[in-house]
């Protein structure tokens, strides 16, 4: 993640928690996130020199006005009118970032060879949230591969033990 990013994204989460709306930005921003990725053309035609910058703000208001909060659509504009609209990604994971922070929220990751049977992700959730003292969302995954253990990543750490 650029700085430039963590500067966008950070300044964004700021303004959403002032207006007590960052739990709705943080989705819809991540929906914005998504639609990019699963419109990669759609994306360069917004980075098209070509195009006024009117042009490009009037195509973020067809696409996204209405559907989510004005303050992600200007978000999207203001990317756009400063050409980092590449940035996105990057701005929500900063936006994340701050707001797991704000929330007291720890994001990890498991991989296992199987999955994790109800019990064990509990027992993994509740002992994560011990040695953190915040609360875990946790993601799994399943890598054949992984003949035994646990792999798990959180804060930017990487725990083997498979």
């Known amino acids: 993640m650029t700085e430039q ?10 303004l959403a928690a002032e207006e007590n709306l960052d739990d709705r930005i943080l989705a819809e921003l991540d929906g914005a ?35 989510v909060h004005p303050y992600v659509v200007n978000f999207l504009k203001l990317l756009c009118d400063e050409g980092i609209l590449r940035e996105l990604p990057g701005c929500a994971q900063a936006y994340r970032d ?14 296992t060879g199987v999955p994790l049977e109800a019990e064990q992700r509990t027992r993994l959730i509740d002992k994560l949230s011990a040695m953190t003292g915040k609360r875990i ?18 804060n930017g750490k990487r725990y083997d033990n498979t």
């Open 33 to 67: 996130v998504s639609c990019f990725a699963d419109n990669d053309q759609y994306f360069r035609l917004l980075a098209l020199p070509s195009l006024s910058h009117a042009t490009r703000r009037d195509l973020l208001d067809e696409a996204f006005g209405g559907q």
């Open 98 to 111: 701050c707001y797991n922070q704000a929330h007291g929220i720890v994001e990890a990751s498991v991989t």
């Open 5 to 14: 990013a963590k500067r966008y994204g950070g300044s964004f989460f700021e």
């Open 137 to 154: 969302v946790l993601s799994e995954k399943v890598d054949p591969g992984v003949v035994g253990g646990v792999l798990l990543e959180m």
